[in-house]
C-alpha cells in the first residue's frame, strides 16, 4: 500500500503547490495572453518574504501565518511594478513578453544569487513538524497545510470570480475586450489589479514552497514550465480545468518518480502533458466568447 498511497498523497501536495503557482498565470494568461517568465521568481519572492518574516517574528507559528499575505501584497506590488515597466508595452506580442520576462527572471534570479548566495532557510512550524497517519504512511503535516493554502486560494479565488462586481468585469474582458469597453469598463485597469492578484498568489505559493525544499535562486525554475503546462492542459483562463490538470499533473510525475527516477520522472510527465495537447490542444476546457462572427 505504501507503494501507492505514498506517491499519491506526496503526489497530492505538489500539486497542490502546482495550483497555487498555476492560479496567477490562469488570470494573467488566460485574461491578457501576457507570458510571465518572472512569475517563478514570484515564487521565489514569497519564500524570501517567509524567510524575513521569520527574522522579525520568533514564533515560527505565528510568522508563517503573517507571511501569507505580506507575500501576497509584496508580490502584487512587484506584478504591478512588471505590468507598469515592461509589459504594458507589449499587448497583444505574447513572444515579445516571453523574451523580456525571460530578461526580468534572469536579472532577479542573479540578484538573489549575490545576496544569498548559500540561499536562506525557513524554519517549519512547530505546528506543522508532525506527522499524520494515513492508510500507515506517515504524511508530512507541511505538505497537509500546502493542501489548505490551495484549496483557500481557490475557494477564494472563485468567490471573488463569481460574486464580485470586478469579478464579473474580468470575465466579460475575457469573453470580448473590445465589447467590454464600449460597456464602460476600464480594461486597462482590469489588467493592472488582475496582475496584481496573479503575482499576489505567485507569492502565497512561495511561502508554502518554503516549507516543502530549500529556498534559493533556483527556486521558481522547479515550478514555472510544469506550472505553464497546467495552465495549458486545463484551458486557458479556466479555473475548474487548472485545479484539474494541477492534480493530475502533481499525481503523475510523484507516481513515475517513485517508479523510476526523478529526471525520467519529469520526462514521463512531459510526454504525457505533450500527448494529451495533440489530442486536445484546446485543453480540458475553454473559454466560451461572445466574438462577432
Avoid at 9 to 21: E, I, P, Q, R, Y
Avoid at 83 to 111: H, N
Avoid at 234 to 256: E, H
Wanted: glycine share 12%; charged share 10%; net charge positive.
Amino acid at each position: 500500500m505504501d507503494n501507492l498511497i505514498a506517491p499519491f498523497l506526496n503526489g497530492t501536495a505538489s500539486g497542490a503547490l502546482l495550483l497555487v503557482a498555476a492560479l496567477g498565470l490562469a488570470l494573467t494568461f488566460g485574461q491578457m495572453g501576457v507570458i510571465n517568465m518572472a512569475h517563478g521568481e514570484f515564487l521565489l519572492a514569497g519564500a524570501l518574504v517567509a524567510y524575513w518574516t521569520q527574522e522579525v517574528i520568533s514564533s515560527t507559528n505565528i510568522s508563517i501565518l503573517v507571511a501569507l499575505p505580506i507575500a501576497f501584497v509584496f508580490d502584487g506590488i512587484l506584478g504591478v511594478i512588471l505590468e507598469v515597466t515592461v509589459i504594458r508595452w507589449m499587448y497583444d506580442r505574447p513572444l515579445d513578453t516571453l523574451l523580456a520576462t525571460v530578461g526580468v527572471s534572469l536579472i532577479l534570479q542573479q540578484k538573489v544569487l549575490q545576496e544569498y548566495p548559500q540561499g536562506v532557510p525557513v524554519k517549519n512550524p512547530s505546528l506543522l513538524d508532525g506527522q499524520v497517519s494515513i492508510l500507515g504512511y506517515d504524511w508530512p503535516l507541511r505538505q497537509a497545510f500546502t493542501i489548505v493554502v490551495a484549496l483557500t486560494c481557490v475557494i477564494g479565488l472563485a468567490a471573488w470570480l463569481k460574486y464580485t462586481s470586478f469579478g464579473r468585469r474580468i470575465r466579460a474582458t475575457v469573453q470580448n475586450r473590445a465589447l467590454a469597453e464600449t460597456l464602460g469598463v476600464s480594461t486597462r485597469n482590469i489588467d493592472r489589479i488582475t496582475f496584481f492578484v496573479g503575482s499576489g498568489l505567485a507569492g502565497v505559493g512561495g511561502v508554502a514552497a518554503s516549507l516543502i525544499g530549500g529556498t534559493n535562486s533556483q527556486l521558481g525554475t522547479k515550478y514555472i514550465i510544469l506550472a505553464f503546462l497546467v495552465v495549458v492542459a486545463g484551458g486557458l483562463g479556466q479555473l475548474r480545468g487548472t485545479v484539474i490538470a494541477a492534480w493530475t499533473v502533481g499525481v503523475v510525475d510523484a507516481f513515475s518518480e517513485n517508479w523510476t527516477t526523478g529526471s525520467i520522472g519529469l520526462v514521463i510527465t512531459f510526454a504525457l502533458v505533450v500527448v494529451f495537447l495533440q489530442v486536445r490542444p484546446q485543453g480540458l476546457f475553454t473559454v466560451r466568447t461572445r466574438g462577432l462572427a
